[in-house]
């Protein structure tokens, strides 16, 4: 196998791009800024958790794991970035 075929095999292998689509989401959220009002606002409603809880499990149930693995990863990290959000304004105020 050439080298070019080997790094095709890599770059083609589903568990390969869920690390790294994992690792860029967590590496980009710690160098972001501050979340949107907007972002804060949905994320703080009950609602929109639910329905984005239930899109990503429809995700995992529909054959597309890697997309409902970084969906997961994703709205951890926001919901992470908004209750440190909420606790700094808490001490703040």
Do not use: H, W
């Not at 909420?86 to 703040?92: C, K, L, S, T």
């Amino acid at each position: 196998m050439t080298g070019k075929g080997t790094l095709m095999a890599i770059v083609d292998n589903p568990s390969v791009i869920a690390v790294v689509t994992t690792f860029v989401i967590l590496y980009t959220s710690t160098l972001g800024p501050e979340p949107p009002e907007l972002l804060v606002n949905a994320l703080n409603n009950t609602v929109v958790r639910f329905v984005v809880v239930f899109c990503i499990a429809y995700l995992g149930s529909s054959r597309r794991p890697i997309i409902a693995l970084a969906a997961t990863v994703l709205f951890i990290t926001a919901l992470s970035l908004v209750t440190q959000r909420n606790v700094r304004d808490r001490v703040r105020s």
